[in-house]
C-alpha cells in the first residue's frame, strides 16, 4: 500500500494517542505521525505543517471530541475559516467513544468525512483508506 505523507492524531488522553500511534506504526499508514493534545495544538500544527502544499501537510486527521482548551467542534468551526493550501485534500475523521445525536448533527455540519467510535482498530483504519484514499492495508 502507498502510505499516506502525513497523519494527524488529535486527543486528550495520551494513553489513546500512544496506542493509536502504535496502531498506525505497525500496519504502515503514514511516513509521518503528528500528535497533538487538544485542538488548539492541532491548529499550531496545521498552520506550521499546511502553510504551504507541501508532503507534511496531513492527509488524515483523527479527532476527539471533548477535549480541553479547544475541544473538536471549536477546532473545526476555526479550521473551516483557516486559508490553508491543502485543505480540500485533508480528511478529518471524529474519533469519539460515545455522541449524543445533537452533537451528531452538529458534527455532520462541519467539514468532516465521517466519526467513528473508539478504539481505533484495524478494521476501522482500512476503511477510511478504502473510502478516502482509495487504498486498503495489506490482508497479510
Given at each position: 500500500?502507498?502510505?499516506?505523507?502525513?497523519?494527524?492524531?488529535?486527543?486528550?488522553?495520551?494513553?489513546?494517542?500512544?496506542?493509536?500511534?502504535?496502531?498506525?506504526?505497525?500496519?504502515d499508514?503514514?511516513?509521518?505521525?503528528?500528535?497533538?493534545?487538544?485542538?488548539?495544538?492541532?491548529?499550531?500544527?496545521?498552520?506550521?505543517?499546511?502553510?504551504?502544499?507541501?508532503?507534511?501537510?496531513?492527509?488524515?486527521?483523527?479527532?476527539?471530541?471533548?477535549?480541553?482548551?479547544?475541544?473538536?467542534?471549536?477546532?473545526?468551526?476555526?479550521?473551516?475559516?483557516?486559508?490553508?493550501?491543502?485543505?480540500?485534500?485533508?480528511?478529518?475523521?471524529?474519533?469519539?467513544?460515545?455522541?449524543?445525536?445533537?452533537?451528531?448533527?452538529?458534527?455532520?455540519k462541519?467539514?468532516?468525512?465521517?466519526?467513528?467510535?473508539?478504539?481505533?482498530?484495524?478494521?476501522?483504519?482500512?476503511?477510511?483508506?478504502?473510502?478516502?484514499?482509495?487504498?486498503?492495508?495489506?490482508?497479510?
Open positions: 500500500m502507498q502510505k499516506l505523507s502525513c497523519a494527524l492524531l488529535v486527543d486528550d488522553d495520551k494513553t489513546t494517542n500512544y496506542l493509536n500511534q502504535m496502531l498506525l506504526k505497525r500496519l499508514v503514514a511516513e509521518k505521525l503528528l500528535v497533538a493534545l487538544n485542538g488548539q495544538e492541532a491548529l499550531n500544527l496545521l498552520k506550521i505543517h499546511c502553510h504551504e502544499a507541501t508532503e507534511a501537510c496531513p492527509m488524515l486527521i483523527f479527532l476527539d471530541v471533548k477535549m480541553p482548551v479547544m475541544n473538536g467542534f471549536e477546532f473545526l468551526e476555526i479550521y473551516a475559516e483557516l486559508p490553508l493550501a491543502q485543505k480540500q485534500a485533508i480528511v478529518i475523521v471524529v474519533l469519539t467513544t460515545s455522541l449524543h445525536p445533537q452533537d451528531v448533527g452538529r458534527l455532520e462541519l467539514h468532516i468525512a465521517g466519526f467513528i467510535n473508539k478504539p481505533l482498530t484495524k478494521e476501522k483504519i482500512d476503511d477510511i483508506l478504502r473510502q478516502h484514499f482509495n487504498r486498503h492495508l495489506p490482508t497479510n
